[in-house]
């Protein structure tokens, strides 16, 4: 599809409202997408290094008790 100027372009020929709204809302999906997978990330690290921690503490606790 040819557009013969930016204004025809952002109009898209009648369907700028259809088509604009289907970018923005795959834009808005995709952000959502990154940022859930971010704070996920995040959320399981932590989880991995307090697990690490209370076994790092047992572990001492139980040498502690055979000594």
Same mark, same amino acid.
Do not use: P, T
């Given at each position: 599809? &040819? @557009?013969? #100027?930016?204004?025809? @372009? @952002?109009?898209? %020929? %009648?369907?700028? @409202?259809?088509?604009?709204? #289907?970018? %923005? #809302? ?5 952000? %959502? ?8 990330? *995040?959320?399981?690290?932590? =989880?991995? =290094?307090? &697990?690490?921690?209370? +076994?790092?503490?047992? *572990? &001492?606790? &139980? +040498? +502690?008790?055979?000594?």
């Amino acid at each position: 599809m &040819q @557009f013969e #100027s930016l204004s025809d @372009f @952002f109009h898209m %020929g %009648g369907y700028a @409202f259809y088509v604009w709204l #289907s970018f %923005g #809302s795959c834009a808005a999906i995709l952000l %959502g997408l990154v940022w859930a997978s971010l704070n996920d990330a *995040k959320r399981i690290k932590r =989880e991995v =290094e307090a &697990q690490m921690k209370r +076994e790092a503490r047992i *572990k &001492q606790a &139980q +040498e +502690e008790a055979k000594a």
